[in-house]
Every structure is written in C-alpha cells, then in structure tokens.
C-alpha cells in the first residue's frame, strides 16, 4: 500500500466525499455485528449503519450464503433484448407486491445515483409519452441528497456537490428544505410552516410555468441533509400542489426505504402517494450494489406504449438487476419479513427515543429529532458537533457528522445493550467536550 509520499505524491486513492489533505484514513479490515474493526485491532460501533445502509450489520451468514450461491447458480447475467435472469424477476415481483400503491413496476440499476439518474430520465420520458414534451425540468429542495451522477447531483441541493462540477443544471428548479427548527419565522407552528413552504412551491411554478415541469424529487425525510423529518402537515400540503400543476412526485426512499422509519416505506410513514419511488442501500442491506425505480401502472402503461412505438425502451445499464444482488435483496426481504420489521424498528426506536430524551435538557443541545431508527442530535453550533463526533470516535463509536447535526441510524440487528453503549458514549463525548 502506498501512503503519502511513498512516491512523492498523494495518497493512491482519491477518497469520495473527503478533504484529501486531511489525515490518512481509518482502514477498516473487517465487521462483525453492528461493529467493524480496523487494521490497528480498534472496535467500532457503526451508529449510522455505515452509510445508512449495512441494515443487517457486517456479517450476516444468510446474505453471504445467498451470494454464494447465486455466484455458482448463475454469476452474472442481464436484462437486455428480451432476457432476464429469472432471480431478478423474482426480485421484481416480489417489490412490486411490498410497495405502496400506486407503484406497480420496477426498473433496477446498480447505485442510488443510478437509481434517481434513471427516475429522471423516465419521468420525462413519461411526459413525452403522454405528448408533453415540453415538461422536462424538475423541482428539488435545498438540502437534499440525491447522489453523485450529473443529473441527481444537480438535484442535490448541497453546495458543496455542485462547487467545481459546473452544477446545478438549468433544468433544476430549486426549493426551500422543510427544516422547521432552523428555517420557521419566531413563532411559526409547524403546520403554518408547511404552508408557507407550500406557497412557495406554488409560487415557484407559476412563475416557471407548470407546463415546463416534469417532477418534483424528494426524500420522505432528509438524511445527507441533517436528519430533517417533514413538519406537521407538510406532505399532505405538497401533494396537493404538485397534483394541482400536474407534476410527478418522485420519494426518494433511498435511506428510508425498508424499514427505516418504521414502516416498510417512508411514504407509508407520511402518508406519500408517490407517482415514482427510488430504493438502494437496505434493499440488499448493502451486502451488494442493487438499486430500483418503481413507477406507478398509469406510468407503466404509458412508457411500454412509446417504448414499443420506438421499438424499444432505450435506457439501462450492464448489471442493473444483477442476478447476484437480486438473490441478496430476496434473501434480505426474507430476512426483513421474519423479523417483523416494522414492529422491530418501532421497538428499538422507542428504545432509542428514551435514551435520546435524556440529552433534551443539556447545554448546547439545540433539537432531538427521530422516527424508526432515524435520528438527529442537532446541537446549536457545528463546532460543538464536529468536537462530540471526534471524541465520540475515540471512545469507539462512530457517528455522522452533518454540520451541526449527529446522525444515528444502527443497524436493525442493534439490541437495546448497543444502543445503550451507543448513547452511553454519546453523553460521554457531550460531558468531555462540554
Ligand atoms: N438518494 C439518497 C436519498 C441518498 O441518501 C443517497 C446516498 O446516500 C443517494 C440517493 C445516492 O446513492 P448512491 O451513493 O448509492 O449512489
């Protein structure tokens, strides 16, 4: 391994998401449980499940054998030109039956980015299928986080996705986040909040024109944006002016699909009806890269009328539903369905929220957020925030570090022993910075 400077230069690896004149990287070796383990012998628990993602924790027997499994049934296979491999179409059939309605197909990709790069491309799609044509723009909220590829960084609304890439996109149109705590006027309820953000998007549209827009793109709550869970009120407001002005709701479901919330879906959480919906991450409990776009009947319709017209459906990628992630996500759903898992998350949830209550009266706490086992510790200033994550690393748990927010989403195999050692070092790390 070459570190900095063995050839005079930087590290062999550019790392995602990192300063690269920050120090080396903690290289973790492997996982067992909800904890990894790094090449010096130090123990971590992973208080976000990685990246919101390893639902199962790091070494679960059952997803490994599925793999190896699928590896020697059927290694690699695609869905192109009239041929599936039949584990995909498994896995599609069985999706379609989980979630909500109106979602009746699903169309699989790789990656979350890929995920919502393909949601865009068949909501416009969409819109020329049914002779609007000129609706091919979207709408995406400040905040957000909807992946790294050219079209869902342009609707992430983080900017320091854009510095640098020459993003945003014309074709983005961009709205206020639904962050009560730090966005509402001295006094505003959450609900007048939700109206307000309403009015705004409403605003927003007639001034650049309803027809131009295809669809608007949101995660049920945010996560890469800081844990915002959706104010009182406030779906239920957006749902109505987007159904309004005829443009599609995409939900994002890619932190909180399967589970996270406690219920299978976000949108089951918030009362979402969403035309399309993006998933990745706890599909496969991240065990192997797997993503999915499901679309409703009416859009399924319409699509294979035009694809047909045009003698195909001229999108997808070389392993899009790869036959081996669609054994793991079948495997994973298995799993999911024997633990009962909106009841199990609920359970550890209310587990967590007893332990999160404890933090409400201490200095510099500013809110406590959760849903599931979604939750944010937000602190009133970043550089208290950035000092507890620090610390609380050194005491051997990690925690996501989101400007002023603290973010804890553990696997859903955590025991309430883990979340108390969880949040026994998050009070610990709040005493040693205090
Ligand atoms: N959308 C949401 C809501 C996400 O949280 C993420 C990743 O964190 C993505 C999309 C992108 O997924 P990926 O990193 O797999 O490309």
């Known amino acids: 391994m070459l570190d900095a400077g063995a050839k005079g230069g930087p590290m062999s690896q550019l790392y995602p998401f990192t300063d690269p004149q920050a120090a080396a ?13 790094d090449d010096q012998g130090r123990e971590f628990i992973d208080a976000v499940a990685a990246l919101w993602c390893a639902s199962l924790g790091f070494d679960d027997a059952r997803l490994r054998r599925a793999a190896s499994e699928q ?11 009239g041929r599936t491999p039949a584990v995909t179409e498994r896995l599609a059939d069985r999706l379609v039956a989980r979630l909500p309605a ?6 699989f990709a790789t990656s979350g980015s890929e995920a919502v790069e393909s949601a865009a491309k068949i909501a416009r799609y969409y819109q020329s299928a ?18 790294s590829g050219q079209m869902s960084a342009a609707l992430t609304g983080l900017s320091y996705c854009h510095t640098g890439f020459g993003l945003p996109l014309p074709a983005v149109l961009r709205t206020g986040r639904p962050h009560h705590f730090r966005d509402a006027e001295p006094g505003e309820s959450e609900i007048a909040f939700s109206k307000r953000r309403a009015r705004e998007l409403d605003a ?12 608007f793109i949101g995660e049920p709550a945010m996560g890469a944006g800081g844990v915002i869970l959706p104010p009182e009120g406030y779906w239920a407001e957006i749902q109505e002016v987007l159904a309004r002005h005829d443009i599609l709701l995409i939900a994002d479901e890619i932190i909180t699909g399967f589970g996270r919330t406690g219920e299978w879906f976000g949108c089951e959480t918030w009362g979402i009806r969403p035309d399309m919906m ?3 991450k706890q599909l496969t409990a991240s065990y192997f890269p797997l993503s999915a776009v499901a679309i409703s009947g009416e859009m399924a319709r319409a699509i294979g009328g035009f694809a047909h017209q045009h003698g195909t459906f001229g999108h997808g990628f070389t392993y899009g539903g790869h036959p081996v992630g669609s054994a793991v996500a079948l495997e994973t759903l298995d799993i999911y369905e024997e633990m009962d898992l909106p009841a199990q998350v609920a359970r550890l949830g209310a587990h967590l929220g007893r332990r999160l209550a404890r933090l409400a009266d201490r200095p510099g706490i500013g809110q406590l957020r959760r849903q599931g086992l979604l939750a944010a510790v937000e602190m009133t200033r970043a550089e208290d925030a950035a000092r507890v994550a620090a610390e609380a690393e050194q005491r051997g748990v990690f925690f996501r570090l989101i400007g002023p927010v603290l973010a804890i989403a553990p696997p859903y195999v955590a025991t309430p022993e883990d979340l108390d050692a969880i949040m026994d070092v998050m009070e610990a790390a ?5």
Request: hydrophobic share 45%; aromatic share 8%.
């Open 71 to 81: 590896m020697a049934e059927l290694a690699y296979y695609h869905s192109f030109m």
């Open 25 to 37: 990287p903690r290289r973790i070796v492997s996982g067992h449980g909800i904890r990894v383990r």
């Open 102 to 107: 109106p979602l009746s197909q699903v169309f």
């Open 204 to 215: 927003l549209i007639r001034a650049e024109d309803a027809g131009t827009i295809a669809a």
């Open 278 to 280: 993006t998933l990745a």
């Open 130 to 147: 049914r002779g609007r044509p000129d609706k091919m723009r979207f709408i995406a909220r400040e905040g957000a986080y909807h992946g």
């Open 430 to 434: 709040l005493d040693a910075c205090a």
